[in-house]
């Protein structure tokens, strides 16, 4: 029994109301009704069936309860209003899919080297470019389609069956066919088939969280309620895909297919884009700057070569060319996708499957966490918070169903020991209780307690637990003789157990209103005494003011006997024992990550559909920052769109929040240049989960609609869990930045050797093939390498990176052009020296090029492994296995290309004495100590592109904020 079972309030069966039947004994015409007597669509849609009275609405569906829709009706409302299904809407083909994917201007940009390198010759080069390209599309299609399936997932949530009254028999039909009018029969474990009024119910319990995001079973009744009324709170109304989980009901279908509750969020997911990663947008305006960069270059040098030095301008056009092919980083979508492939490994290790690629960097911008409270900063598992007893109000430690805790009163442990008024209570809860709790798993390393029954009645097992009952030896000590079931009527259970002894004893749990008035004394120190109703009844406000739920016990002793009746109970003989506030506590681990989250910048806000009291306490638990205002959906509603970006800002706690409710909040923050990770885990979230920048489900007790729509989902359902994901995607970012801080300069010597060469009327030191050689060889080894980088400081001391922060700052700027220039001098310089001097060759000047910018990029790549802290130590060098792998890679592959006489031959190289290979390799030392000496110099504030160098860790302003 639920709280919300204790305090639900309607009326009896018998009090069901059944529309009359006319004098000719037809169904009452429908108001809005054709000529037919058949209700018009737009009569039906626009109608709040939840604000309608049993009567008013069998008559707007021209139906009788008793004896449902005729044939006819029935074939006349299908043409009219379709068949109770999800539609698909317009689908993209797998080729539309497929070519989508080479959209992007970086990809462009490929696709022009790859042509520039075949127009060259060397078709084996231009295959590896074109293969990147199509590797990069694959994945893209692969994770798009995966995504596309969340509309699929949505229309498989819906019944299958149902049990539906048509011609004054019950018949179990395909859900499909149900109409509106139709009057359709539930009961416990059914899934409902089609939006219900109901208009019959006995103890009917529905699982809502999925629509609602509430955690516990929802009590319905047949009254209708306020027009305006939030989902949540449409207690005559029974939805579509949501669970029978108790009782038995008799309801008339007033929506089907899309035009359910359902159906609408499959409509706002249709209609929801998904926003491009804010890597991605760096990257395309990274891509149009520079293209505008390499064009510039590039016709520049053929101008001069063909107007100044009157060189041959097919000579030219190819040298152009080669200069293109040269800036181009033809490596880097490479690097990118094993990058965030390793980071997606990472993360799976720690709970986080991702799904969508992009969304491992995106993870490391995220500026908000918008999260749902039920299953994530919560466990979705009842427990029993507080103990009040006549005496002492007494705390119970531990979450969930996990029977480990202690007790405290007044800060101090305490033990339940035989005797105390609370001992007596957790017995009654104990034995006057319906479920059982039951151990699953193979081991002790991976099992885990799981109830059967009612939630709330498992958080008093677990209660009893941890007072040291043993639930099965209570059973055998106290047996049930007789029982009360729980009514909604009577709004309390009862149970008579005896103790084989001969001496009986009653005991009664319910709404604390009720067990009051059903009781003459309380339980004190020295026995039974008088009552103070009013005190108890404040003591139940104070624990409800604090967001929990309230069950109340009694007992009451007598003589032998085999069978208790309502009267008797209800005779006003109980004795009251005290009170057990209940609630869905945060998680523990939550708590914590909700703090490392505040001092990594990130803001998080609560978005759910459970109450306000509710959400303010378990927000106040996990340590939000702004818990004195909380915001409804009813409140959220007369917000207008201008005033709702900053309010979205300023507020943390939303609570009885809708899909669209979290549709808009995620939008508007958005507006404010928020990168949003929104987390769900139920058909109503969603929406919210497609829109979000990433969209994060549960994988344990999410639905399957949800994860199909998010990008990462949670193997563990724990908020935690996003916390470390959060810093392995800094982590990803950082490593991305390196890689293209150690790409771009290299990259750029390459296309200033060439430049300088044509410039001053020389012959090009390094030839075009020779560049694509550099290119793909430094790219696929050396490049990948940042890949396996660890993190370095803590990540999580510092804000979040700049969404308008563009890929090249000033800084990348800088180190792209200062090492770009010490590589071209001292490649240059290699080539100058050994051209036509004491007998050299051209092949042999060019190989001593080729062969100083990889040892120059070789050392730079120790550079580069920290953007501040020094590469010269033993860490720097060898910290990172993965690194000297790809140096070793790369060095055997130079040598293949030095000394290989087929590969001297293909690339017109000469083999090299130790004289030249020292000269090379001293080209890389100088690399290496002038770049560690730039980072000296700005570790100690001298560089004027300090700041850029420092660990955001250090900086007294992001530790503020």
């Known amino acids: 029994m639920s709280d919300k079972t204790a305090h639900a309030d309607r009326e009896s069966p018998e009090q069901v109301h059944i529309a009359a039947e006319s004098s000719s004994g037809q169904p009452p015409r429908a108001t809005g009704s054709g000529a037919d007597g058949n209700p018009q669509r737009a009569d039906i849609d626009t109608r709040k069936w939840h604000a309608e009275s049993i009567d008013d609405t069998l008559r707007a569906l021209a139906v009788d309860a008793d004896e449902g829709l005729s044939p006819d009706a029935i074939e006349k409302r299908r043409e009219s209003f379709g068949r109770n299904q999800l539609s698909q809407g317009a689908q993209r083909t797998m080729l539309q899919r497929f070519i989508s994917q080479f959209d992007n201007l970086f990809i462009y940009l490929l696709l022009v080297a790859g042509v520039v390198t075949a127009l060259l010759g060397e078709w084996l080069d231009s295959g590896v470019i074109f293969a990147v390209v199509l590797i990069i599309a694959i994945i893209g299609f692969i994770q798009e389609g995966r995504a596309e399936q969340a509309l699929e997932s949505v229309r498989d949530i819906l019944s299958s069956d149902a049990f539906a009254r048509r011609g004054g028999r019950k018949r179990k039909i395909d859900a499909k066919e149900l109409v509106p009018g139709d009057i359709v029969h539930l009961e416990a474990g059914d899934r409902v088939p089609a939006d219900l009024r109901l208009i019959r119910i006995r103890n009917l319990q529905t699982q809502e969280a999925a629509l609602t995001g509430e955690s516990t079973a929802v009590e319905k009744k047949t009254d209708p309620v306020e027009e305006n009324a939030d989902l949540g709170d449409r207690l005559c109304m029974a939805y579509s895909g949501t669970l029978v989980t108790a009782g038995i009901a008799t309801g008339v279908v007033t929506a089907i297919g899309d035009r359910t509750e359902i159906g609408r969020i499959s409509g706002l997911l249709k209609d929801v884009e998904t926003l491009r990663t804010p890597l991605m947008q760096r990257l395309d305006a990274f891509t149009k700057v520079l293209s505008v960069v390499i064009l510039g270059i590039a016709a520049l040098t053929f101008a001069v070569g063909v107007l100044i030095w009157g060189r041959d301008w097919a000579e030219m056009f190819f040298a152009a060319v080669s200069i293109a092919v040269a800036a181009i980083p033809e490596g880097l979508p490479a690097v990118m996708t094993v990058t965030l492939a390793i980071g997606v490994e990472r993360m799976a290790r720690r709970n986080a499957i991702i799904r969508r690629l992009p969304a491992v960097e995106t993870l490391g911008s995220v500026t908000t966490i918008c999260a749902d409270k039920t299953g994530t900063l919560t466990r979705n598992e009842m427990t029993v918070k507080t103990v009040r007893s006549g005496v002492r109000d007494i705390a119970v430690e531990g979450v969930g169903y996990e029977p480990r805790g202690g007790f405290t009163s007044d800060e101090r442990d305490l033990e339940i020991e035989k005797g105390m008024l609370a001992h007596e209570m957790i017995r009654a809860g104990l034995l006057c209780n319906d479920a059982e709790l039951v151990r699953k798993g193979e081991n002790s390393d991976t099992s885990f307690w799981e109830p059967e029954g009612d939630p709330t009645e498992a958080a008093l097992i677990v209660l009893a637990c941890k007072a040291g009952f043993s639930p099965d030896q209570q059973h055998k000590?106290?047996?049930?003789?007789?029982?009360?079931?729980?009514?909604?009527?009577?709004?309390?259970?009862?149970?008579?157990?005896?103790?084989?002894?001969?001496?009986?004893?009653?005991?009664?749990?319910?709404?604390?209103?009720?067990?009051?008035?059903?009781?003459?004394?309380?339980?004190?120190?020295?026995?039974?005494?008088?009552?103070?109703?009013?005190?108890?009844?404040?003591?139940?406000?104070?624990?409800?003011?604090?967001?929990?739920?309230?069950?109340?016990?009694?007992?009451?002793?007598?003589?032998?006997?085999?069978?208790?009746?309502?009267?008797?109970?209800?005779?006003?003989?109980?004795?009251?024992?005290?009170?057990?506030?209940?609630?869905?506590?945060?998680?523990?681990?939550?708590?914590?990550?909700?703090?490392?989250?505040?001092?990594?910048?990130?803001?998080?806000?609560?978005?759910?559909?459970?109450?306000?009291?509710?959400?303010?306490?378990?927000?106040?638990?996990?340590?939000?920052?702004?818990?004195?205002?909380?915001?409804?959906?009813?409140?959220?509603?007369?917000?207008?769109?201008?005033?709702?970006?900053?309010?979205?800002?300023?507020?943390?706690?939303?609570?009885?929040?809708?899909?669209?409710?979290?549709?808009?909040?995620?939008?508007?923050?958005?507006?404010?240049?928020?990168?949003?990770?929104?987390?769900?885990?139920?058909?109503?979230?969603?929406?919210?989960?497609?829109?979000?920048?990433?969209?994060?489900?549960?994988?344990?007790?999410?639905?399957?609609?949800?994860?199909?729509?998010?990008?990462?989902?949670?193997?563990?359902?724990?908020?935690?869990?996003?916390?470390?994901?959060?810093?392995?995607?800094?982590?990803?970012?950082d490593n991305l930045r390196k890689a293209i801080l150690f790409i771009l300069p290299t990259n750029a010597a390459q296309a200033l050797i060439v430049a300088t060469a044509i410039m001053a009327g020389l012959v090009l030191p390094v030839s075009p093939v020779q560049i694509l050689w550099v290119n793909m060889i430094t790219a696929v080894t050396l490049g990948i390498a940042f890949a396996w980088e660890k993190a370095e400081g803590n990540v999580m001391k510092r804000r979040p990176q700049p969404v308008d922060e563009p890929l090249l700052t000033p800084f990348v700027i800088w180190r792209t052009l200062f090492v770009g220039a010490i590589l071209l001098i001292g490649a240059g310089t290699l080539f100058l020296t050994h051209n036509d001097a004491d007998g050299g060759t051209l092949d042999y000047a060019r190989t001593m090029a080729v062969n100083g910018l990889v040892m120059g990029q070789i050392f730079y790549l120790l550079n580069t492994r920290y953007f501040s802290a020094p590469a010269w130590t033993a860490e720097g060098i060898t910290g990172n296995r993965v690194v000297l792998i790809a140096i070793g890679v790369c060095i055997a592959l130079q040598l293949l290309f030095t000394y290989a006489p087929f590969m001297n031959l293909l690339f017109e190289t000469a083999p090299l004495d130790a004289l030249a290979w020292a000269k090379c390799i001293a080209v890389g030392i100088v690399v290496f100590v002038l770049v560690e000496a730039e980072k000296a110099l700005a570790r100690a504030g001298k560089h004027p592109f300090a700041r850029d160098f420092s660990q955001p860790a250090e900086n007294k302003a992001n530790r503020e904020a």
């Open 477 to 733: 000590d106290y047996p049930r003789l007789d029982s009360i079931p729980f009514s909604s009527e009577r709004r309390y259970m009862a149970t008579l157990n005896h103790d084989h002894e001969g001496n009986h004893v009653i005991y009664v749990k319910g709404a604390p209103e009720r067990i009051l008035e059903m009781c003459a004394s309380e339980l004190g120190e020295d026995g039974p005494g008088e009552i103070d109703k009013d005190a108890w009844m404040a003591r139940a406000d104070a624990i409800a003011g604090h967001g929990q739920r309230l069950l109340a016990v009694a007992k009451k002793d007598v003589s032998e006997q085999f069978e208790i009746t309502e009267g008797e109970v209800e005779r006003g003989e109980l004795v009251f024992l005290g009170l057990f506030g209940l609630m869905d506590p945060a998680r523990e681990e939550a708590i914590d990550s909700v703090r490392v989250c505040h001092e990594a910048g990130i803001k998080v806000k609560m978005i759910t559909g459970d109450h306000a009291a509710t959400a303010r306490a378990v927000a106040q638990e996990l340590g939000l920052k702004h818990t004195d205002k909380v915001i409804t959906g009813r409140e959220l509603e007369q917000i207008s769109d201008q005033d709702l970006p900053q309010m979205a800002q300023d507020v943390d706690v939303f609570a009885r929040a809708s899909p669209e409710h979290k549709l808009r909040l995620v939008r508007a923050l958005q507006s404010k240049r928020e990168i949003c990770a929104m987390t769900g885990d139920g058909v109503n979230d969603a929406p919210a989960l497609k829109r979000a920048d990433v969209g994060i489900s549960m994988g344990q007790k999410g639905t399957e609609a949800a994860r199909e729509a998010s990008a990462m989902v949670l193997a563990d359902d724990n908020f935690a869990s996003i916390q470390r994901a959060i810093e392995e995607g800094r982590t990803v970012y």
